[in-house]
Protein backbone atom coordinates (compact mmCIF):
# COMPACT_ATOMS: atom_id res chain seq x y z
CA UNK A 1 0.00 0.00 0.00
CA UNK A 2 1.72 3.60 -0.70
CA UNK A 3 2.34 5.95 1.62
CA UNK A 4 1.19 9.25 0.37
CA UNK A 5 0.96 12.71 2.81
CA UNK A 6 -0.40 16.02 0.52
CA UNK A 7 -2.67 15.65 -2.92
CA UNK A 8 -1.65 13.54 -5.87
CA UNK A 9 -3.92 13.33 -8.81
CA UNK A 10 -3.74 10.04 -10.92
CA UNK A 11 -5.30 9.89 -14.76
CA UNK A 12 -4.60 6.58 -15.33
CA UNK A 13 -6.60 5.41 -18.84
CA UNK A 14 -3.30 3.26 -19.65
CA UNK A 15 -1.49 0.55 -17.50
CA UNK A 16 -0.04 1.82 -14.28
CA UNK A 17 2.30 -0.35 -11.58
CA UNK A 18 3.10 0.22 -8.62
CA UNK A 19 5.63 -1.97 -6.68
CA UNK A 20 5.93 -2.19 -2.51
CA UNK A 21 6.77 0.73 -0.34
CA UNK A 22 5.94 3.59 -2.71
CA UNK A 23 5.87 6.53 -0.48
CA UNK A 24 4.55 9.94 -1.90
CA UNK A 25 5.05 13.23 -0.07
CA UNK A 26 3.00 15.59 -2.04
CA UNK A 27 3.60 18.41 0.35
CA UNK A 28 3.10 21.64 -0.25
CA UNK A 29 2.51 21.05 -3.82
CA UNK A 30 0.63 18.18 -5.56
CA UNK A 31 2.06 15.22 -7.18
CA UNK A 32 0.68 14.26 -10.76
CA UNK A 33 0.83 10.96 -12.59
CA UNK A 34 -0.72 11.06 -16.01
CA UNK A 35 -0.59 7.67 -17.89
CA UNK A 36 -2.72 7.63 -21.26
CA UNK A 37 -4.44 5.21 -22.90
CA UNK A 38 -2.42 2.55 -24.35
CA UNK A 39 0.81 3.80 -22.47
CA UNK A 40 2.51 1.70 -19.20
CA UNK A 41 3.71 4.10 -15.76
CA UNK A 42 6.22 1.08 -14.06
CA UNK A 43 7.54 2.36 -10.43
CA UNK A 44 9.40 -0.11 -8.41
CA UNK A 45 9.61 -1.21 -4.84
CA UNK A 46 11.05 1.53 -1.95
CA UNK A 47 10.16 4.55 -4.39
CA UNK A 48 9.98 8.20 -2.96
CA UNK A 49 8.16 10.94 -4.92
CA UNK A 50 8.69 14.41 -3.58
CA UNK A 51 6.26 17.41 -3.91
CA UNK A 52 5.57 18.87 -7.22
CA UNK A 53 6.71 15.81 -9.14
CA UNK A 54 4.77 15.33 -12.55
CA UNK A 55 5.33 12.43 -14.30
CA UNK A 56 3.67 11.59 -17.87
CA UNK A 57 3.55 8.87 -20.20
CA UNK A 58 2.00 8.49 -23.25
CA UNK A 59 4.40 5.56 -23.82
CA UNK A 60 6.57 4.14 -21.39
CA UNK A 61 8.19 5.51 -18.32
CA UNK A 62 9.78 2.48 -15.95
CA UNK A 63 11.16 3.48 -12.81
CA UNK A 64 13.54 1.10 -11.19
CA UNK A 65 13.53 0.32 -7.02
CA UNK A 66 14.95 2.29 -4.87
CA UNK A 67 14.80 5.57 -6.32
CA UNK A 68 14.39 8.94 -5.36
CA UNK A 69 12.82 11.99 -7.10
CA UNK A 70 13.58 15.47 -5.93
CA UNK A 71 10.52 18.07 -5.42
CA UNK A 72 9.25 19.61 -9.06
CA UNK A 73 10.65 16.98 -11.04
CA UNK A 74 9.27 16.81 -14.28
CA UNK A 75 9.18 13.23 -16.72
CA UNK A 76 7.85 13.53 -19.80
CA UNK A 77 8.06 10.44 -22.52
CA UNK A 78 6.54 12.59 -25.28
CA UNK A 79 6.75 16.32 -26.61
CA UNK A 80 3.22 16.19 -26.92
CA UNK A 81 3.26 18.24 -30.79
CA UNK A 82 5.79 18.91 -33.12
CA UNK A 83 6.79 22.56 -33.94
CA UNK A 84 5.92 21.84 -37.51
CA UNK A 85 2.92 20.69 -38.44
CA UNK A 86 4.26 18.28 -41.47
CA UNK A 87 6.29 16.29 -38.55
CA UNK A 88 4.62 13.41 -38.53
CA UNK A 89 7.59 11.42 -36.65
CA UNK A 90 7.55 9.82 -33.53
CA UNK A 91 7.05 12.29 -30.58
CA UNK A 92 6.75 9.45 -27.77
CA UNK A 93 10.03 7.27 -26.51
CA UNK A 94 10.32 5.48 -23.48
CA UNK A 95 12.31 6.30 -20.50
CA UNK A 96 13.86 4.21 -17.70
CA UNK A 97 15.23 5.08 -14.37
CA UNK A 98 17.44 2.28 -13.24
CA UNK A 99 17.72 1.31 -9.88
CA UNK A 100 18.85 2.96 -7.17
CA UNK A 101 18.59 6.38 -8.71
CA UNK A 102 18.61 9.89 -7.04
CA UNK A 103 17.16 12.81 -9.10
CA UNK A 104 18.03 16.37 -7.42
CA UNK A 105 14.64 19.25 -6.94
CA UNK A 106 14.00 20.48 -10.33
CA UNK A 107 15.72 18.06 -12.59
CA UNK A 108 13.92 17.61 -16.52
CA UNK A 109 13.75 14.08 -17.59
CA UNK A 110 13.01 13.87 -21.19
CA UNK A 111 11.51 11.21 -24.07
CA UNK A 112 13.57 8.78 -24.84
CA UNK A 113 16.73 8.43 -22.17
CA UNK A 114 17.82 6.17 -19.73
CA UNK A 115 19.47 6.80 -16.55
CA UNK A 116 22.28 4.25 -15.42
CA UNK A 117 21.36 2.49 -11.75
CA UNK A 118 23.25 4.34 -9.02
CA UNK A 119 23.41 7.32 -10.88
CA UNK A 120 23.06 11.18 -9.28
CA UNK A 121 21.04 13.49 -11.62
CA UNK A 122 22.18 17.21 -9.58
CA UNK A 123 19.23 19.46 -8.67
CA UNK A 124 17.85 21.55 -11.78
CA UNK A 125 19.54 19.44 -14.41
CA UNK A 126 18.21 18.12 -17.81
CA UNK A 127 18.81 15.09 -19.15
CA UNK A 128 18.50 14.87 -22.47
CA UNK A 129 20.42 11.57 -23.48
CA UNK A 130 21.37 8.38 -21.72
CA UNK A 131 23.29 8.70 -18.25
CA UNK A 132 25.80 5.90 -17.45
CA UNK A 133 25.56 3.83 -14.50
CA UNK A 134 27.38 5.35 -11.48
CA UNK A 135 27.93 8.48 -11.98
CA UNK A 136 26.87 11.95 -10.93
CA UNK A 137 25.35 14.35 -14.32
CA UNK A 138 24.90 17.98 -14.01
CA UNK A 139 24.06 20.98 -15.98
CA UNK A 140 21.25 21.72 -19.05
CA UNK A 141 21.73 19.84 -21.19
CA UNK A 142 23.42 17.17 -18.62
CA UNK A 143 26.79 16.14 -18.53
CA UNK A 144 28.80 13.06 -16.79
CA UNK A 145 30.83 15.79 -13.57
CA UNK A 146 32.13 12.54 -12.10
CA UNK A 147 32.11 8.72 -10.99
CA UNK A 148 31.18 7.30 -8.43
CA UNK A 149 33.34 4.32 -6.71
CA UNK A 150 30.29 1.92 -5.51
CA UNK A 151 32.12 -1.31 -4.35
CA UNK A 152 30.69 -4.88 -5.60
CA UNK A 153 28.97 -5.64 -2.18
CA UNK A 154 27.37 -2.34 -1.58
CA UNK A 155 24.62 -2.14 1.24
CA UNK A 156 22.10 0.21 1.24
CA UNK A 157 21.89 1.54 5.00
Same mark, same amino acid.
Given at each position: ?????????????????????????????????????????? +? @???? %? *??? #? !?? /??? &??? $??? =??????????????????????????????????????? +? @???? %? *??? #? !?? /??? &??? $??? =??????????????????????????????????
Amino acid at each position: MPRVRGKVYVNRRGELKIGRNLSIIAKPWPVQLTVVKGAKLT +I @GDNV %L *INA #G !VG /IAS &NLE $VTI =GNDVKIGPRTSIFDSQYHPLDSSDTGNLCKKIVIEDNVW +I @GTGC %L *ILP #G !VR /IGR &NSV $VAA =GSTVTRDVPENVVVAGSPAKVLRELQIEKDWIRS
